[in-house]
């Protein structure tokens, strides 16, 4: 699965955006989050999740090929508990004026993020939404080893 194509005009953020969702459930997204969505072209998002604990804001588009994608899978039951899941919790939503995206209410009760901070990552085909505690848990994960972790991938090419 290819990742989302860059931009003409914008480079595809890079790093964590730390925010808060508003009182209405709305997420901002930053200025480069907005500005690479706009270079694609993306207003329309599907808002969900398909594993339970982080977020994930899918262009319109980049969904309909993750549903095609499920839908071709041969092992149809795991891919239609993936479906059921984001269908379940998930809802459609799209860029509003001030650069917000609505997370429906379900969604934002099942990740524990509702007047919580939150953190956006863009992802592959996707922006990741990570709650609070579940950004510090993968925090501390990746800072157990780094050295070690590091010198496994230099040996694999990493410089």
């Given amino acids: 699965m290819e990742d989302l194509a ?3 005009s914008a480079d595809r953020p890079r790093g964590v ?7 209405k459930g709305r997420i901002k997204l930053s ?9 694609l072209g993306e207003t329309k998002f599907f808002v969900t999740t398909l594993e339970g604990h982080i977020g994930r804001i899918y ?9 095609d994608f499920l839908n071709r899978d041969p092992e149809a039951d795991l ?15 799209e860029l509003d004026s001030q650069g917000r995206v609505l ?3 379900d969604l934002r009760r099942h990740l524990s993020i509702e007047n919580q901070p939150v953190h956006l990552q863009v992802y592959r085909k996707h922006i990741r939404i990570y709650s609070d505690e579940n950004y510090q848990s993968m ?21």
């Fill in 139 to 159: 925090r501390n994960k990746a800072f157990e080893n780094p050295e070690e972790t590091v010198r496994v991938f230099e040996k694999k090419g990493l410089q």
């Fill in 103 to 105: 997370v429906p209410s």
């Fill in 6 to 8: 860059k931009p003409a």
């Fill in 59 to 67: 262009p319109i588009s980049a969904w309909a090929e993750q549903e």
């Fill in 31 to 39: 200025s480069d989050i907005q500005r690479y969505l706009a270079a």
């Fill in 17 to 23: 955006c730390h925010t808060k969702l508003d009182e």
């Fill in 79 to 93: 891919a239609e508990r993936i479906l059921f899941i984001a269908h379940d919790l998930g809802a459609d939503s």
